[in-house]
């Protein structure tokens, strides 16, 4: 079992940056691939990136490549997501999940979740 934190979110205008970060608690976080999932207002939610266990493979959604950087300090049981170059279509609620195997963009996938933090980024 691991719960998970999220952090870091708030309000933005376009063009800025925010870094949110998960904390893992329970379990060895070294053992978990992680993702970043998002859902705006009466949307489904959707993959964002993920990490390996390793930290060495990333996967990114199209939407988002190039802007957002993924990382982890197992160290600190923490992952991060830094988000630059924020649009108005980044708005939404962004959650932490965690898997053991592989980095995944599908949700089913995913054992653990956070309960989201809010990013809202103004025009």
């Known amino acids: 079992q691991v719960q998970l934190v999220e952090s870091g979110g708030g309000l933005v205008q376009a063009g800025g940056s925010l870094r949110l970060s998960c904390a893992a608690s329970?379990?060895?976080?070294?053992?978990?691939?992680v993702g970043w999932f998002r859902q705006a207002p009466g949307k489904e939610r959707d993959f964002v990136a993920a990490i390996s266990r390793s930290g060495g493979s990333f996967y990114y959604a199209d939407s988002v490549k190039g802007r957002f950087t993924f990382s982890r300090d197992d160290a600190k049981n923490t992952v991060y997501l830094q988000m630059n170059s924020l649009k108005p279509e980044d708005t939404a609620v962004y959650y932490c999940?965690?898997?053991?195997?592989?980095?995944?963009?599908?949700?089913?996938?995913?054992?653990?979740w956070g309960r989201g933090t809010q990013v809202t980024v103004s025009s």
């Open positions: 329970g379990r060895t976080f070294s053992s978990y691939a």
């Open positions: 999940a965690a898997r053991r195997g592989l980095g995944s963009p599908l949700i089913y996938e995913y054992n653990y």
